[in-house]
Structures are given as C-alpha cells and as structure tokens.
C-alpha cells in the first residue's frame, strides 16, 4: 500500500528550486527573474529553515550561480539539464521521508510548451537526491494537485480531466492512479482554474491545505478581479466538501505587457521549514492582508512577502519552481 505524500507543512529535508537558465526564454525579464528567484532562495536559507538544492539547466550559466551563492550556506548549486524552471510539474513528488519518489510523463502542459529535458528532470533530481524512482505511464504535474497528508488531495477537473493530457481518464480512472501513484484515499474536485493560466487550472494557484482540514482559497480584491467567481465557486465546493475555508485576498487584476490578465496569485505560496513565502505582484495592501490571513493558520511562522512578479512573466511562481524533500 502506499503511503500518502506528507502535507507541505511536513519538516523537509531539502528544497529544490529552478534558477532561470535560458535567456532565449526569459528574454528582458531574466534579470529581473533571477533577481526574485535569489531572494526566495536566500529567505529559503535562512537560520532554522532549509537546504536549498538550487538546480541550474544549463552548462553556460552554471559557473556565474556557482559564483552568485559562492560561500552562502544552506544553498548547494547542483549541475542539471532543463527546459525551464518548473521542477514542481517537471520534478518527482517525493513520498513519506523521502524514501520513494514518483514520476511521470511530461508533455509541456498538454502539448503548450515541449522543451528539451524536460521530461528528465525528475530522474535527475531522485538521482541527485540518491531515491529510488518508480515511474507511472500517465500524464501528471506535480502543481495539479494539493496534499493534506492524510491521503486527501485537491485537484480542478479543468486540469485533470483535460483531454489533453490522459484523454481517457474520468473521475474514477483518474482517482484509481493518484490511489496507486500516491496514497491518495479522497480526490476533492474543484471546477475551473485562474483566467488564461497555460496549466489549464493548476490547484496550487486556486486552493492549498494549510492545516488538516483547512483550506485557503483566495477571495477577490478589487471590483476588476477578473475570478472573483472562480474563488467564489471554489469557496462553496471546498465548505460542500467539509472543509473549513480561509479566504486569503487575491492581487485582483493583475496585465501583461498586452494588458491581458495574467494568473497572478497569492495562493502560490511555498511553505518551508520555519517560514511562509508568499509571492506578490505590487500591490502591497493586497500582499499584506494575504499574509495576515495566512499568519492565523500558521502562527509559529514567518510569514516573507516577496515579489514574484518578473517569474510570473514565465508562467507561475515560488511554489511552481520548487520541490520539497521530506524528512
């Protein structure tokens, strides 16, 4: 039988994070990107938290990141190949102290984005971690889902039923592999993601666990937030479901450079040994009241607002580009 995947809260041995590598894909924004992606890093770092294992994906930048944390302790920079610095759907989900890991098919967000190593990612980082990998013929990202560790998860079907991943799977096919793959004992189904996200709804920008039996979702700030009734609608499955709701503001309308609205969201916090780093996007009355909500589920820890908004120009956030090891 296996065991469910423990709940983010869970002590971690250490953390992986993606470090922006290809300046073809990041263009004017990868100094910018690097820039948020060191500060999450150091905050990851700091006394009391954890080993970061940050994981750069190509040979010509490795040796300027080696230079960039030279003598930082608690950052290990580790030699990798990537397409991009999404190691949360790219990467293993580890199991119970870490003593197993689980892998699947990569096939770049239903066929949006297929990038070079893409798909090896999560070999490398059990092998660089010294788990054993067992891998399953489906197609998973590791941000499709949220875990409580008691065997719950939380997953949208706009993601996990998308035809363009496992075209055959319904409900029941899709519960019987997260079952086999990952402990999972009850799949909770949420409806649709963030307006215009590439993943096609991940849960970890809508609805996270942040203790047993609570769960956080955001609730809209400002009259233009275009999903106000995507966190509405979220809200009232997770209370049909039995779950108590923290409702956490969302940056609200949140442009691109072609003032279309971008999948900015609060809910893309990591949670780390010690601390809580939620990302923000500029506006700081938004980021606050975010983590004041988020302090009252976690009070014996630090709450660190970061800006994330050059990393969002990717396509996610702090929680997209890491994984954790458990202890």
Known sequence: MTLPVPAEWAPHRAMWVGWPSHAELWEDDLDAARAEVEALVR????????RVKLMVGAPEVLDAARVRFAGVEG????????????????????????ASAAGFRFNGWGG???????????????????????????????????HDGEGTVLTTRQCLLNRNRNPAWTEAAAEAALAAALGARRVVWLGDGLLNDHTDGHVDNLARFVGPGLVACPVAWGRKDPNAEVYDACARDLLAAGFRVLRVPSPGLVLDEDERPVPASHMNFLIANGGVIVPTYGDDRAAGLAGEALKTAFPDREIILLPSRAILTGGGSFHCISQQEPE
């Open 112 to 146: 949006k984005y297929a990038l070079e190593h893409d798909d090896t990612v999560a070999d490398q980082i059990a092998a660089a971690s010294g788990v054993p990998l067992t891998r399953h013929d489906v197609i998973l990202e590791g941000g499709a889902l949220d």
């Open 43 to 50: 905050a990851l770092a700091g006394p009391g938290r954890e």
């Open 75 to 98: 950052i290990e920079v580790v030699d990798g190949r990537f397409g991009d610095i999404w190691l949360r759907d790219t990467g293993p989900i580890f199991g119970a102290g870490s």
